[in-house]
């Protein structure tokens, strides 16, 4: 199964070519589900923080034995982790010291963000 996250926090069943450039270019987060393990992609530059609600509680429902996640952008990184909290963790801190404090902060003033889309 993969799961493509998008803006909106709204996740779609797909397998598509425009993968890579979605995660890519717009901040999406692209879940993969390989037996019990899940492959996250994501370039925390560009993550919103409905997108990165939205992975999480699909993260939650997958209920993986392991996560692996690719972190694109300059310097591609990977880690794997038991489960999937310590994941959910690593994530919010990449994408909060990736610089778009400014866009959160807006989010948040203008009421965007809702109570249940709150960091973990």
Same mark, same amino acid.
């Given at each position: $199964?993969?799961?493509?996250?998008?803006?909106? *926090?709204?996740? !779609?069943?797909? *397998?598509?070519?425009?993968?890579?450039?979605? =995660?890519?270019?717009? /901040?999406?987060? @692209? +879940? &993969?589900?390989?037996?019990? !393990?899940? +492959?996250?992609?994501? &370039?925390? #530059?560009? =993550? &919103? %923080?409905?997108? $990165?609600?939205?992975?999480?509680?699909? $993260?939650?429902?997958?209920? %993986?034995?392991?996560?692996?996640? !690719?972190? /694109? /952008? /300059?310097?591609?990184?990977?880690?794997?982790?038991?489960?999937?909290?310590?994941?959910?963790?690593? +994530?919010?801190?990449?994408?909060?010291?990736?610089?778009?404090?400014?866009?959160?902060?807006?989010?948040?003033?203008?009421? @965007?963000? @809702?109570? !249940? #889309?709150?960091?973990?």
């Amino acid at each position: $199964m993969e799961l493509l996250i998008n803006g909106e *926090g709204e996740a !779609s069943p797909l *397998g598509d070519d425009a993968i890579d450039d979605a =995660v890519r270019e717009l /901040g999406y987060i @692209h +879940i &993969r589900q390989v037996r019990r !393990s899940i +492959i996250v992609a994501l &370039r925390p #530059q560009l =993550v &919103r %923080p409905a997108t $990165m609600t939205g992975a999480f509680y699909a $993260m939650a429902d997958l209920d %993986p034995a392991r996560t692996f996640v !690719s972190i /694109g /952008g /300059g310097d591609r990184k990977c880690e794997i982790f038991p489960g999937h909290r310590l994941a959910l963790r690593w +994530i919010y801190r990449l994408v909060a010291a990736a610089g778009n404090v400014k866009f959160y902060a807006d989010e948040v003033s203008t009421g @965007h963000l @809702h109570a !249940s #889309q709150g960091a973990p």
